[in-house]
């Protein structure tokens, strides 16, 4: 594909803004994304049972590397896609399907 045909990357412009434990068993921040004249939110979050493993040095290295940086790393792995995710969520095994309060669908 040439270079000009790829879609441009989006940018984290905030964040990380933490989020309330009451909405989630665990940590979880908000980015925002952007692009051109376009704005997206991404919700990164690490479960409690992957904050508070005995054994950190076992979890899956993307587990280990967002708890390391407050979400950031996953936050810039989705800004690489077209259409990033609104919600990435992590555990002691590594992606976790999102909560339903919080992985809505973007209207």
Sequence with gaps: MPESDRPTPWRIAGGPRP???DLVDGAAWLFTLERHD???SVVVIISRQALTHD???VLPVMTREAI???GRSEAARVAQF???TSCV???RDGYLPPPLRVGHPRD
């Design 19 to 21: 989020l309330s434990q």
């Design 82 to 84: 077209d259409d990033p």
């Design 68 to 70: 390391a940086t407050d």
């Design 38 to 40: 376009q704005e997206r």
């Design 55 to 57: 054994q950190p040095e």
């Design 89 to 91: 969520v992590l555990g």
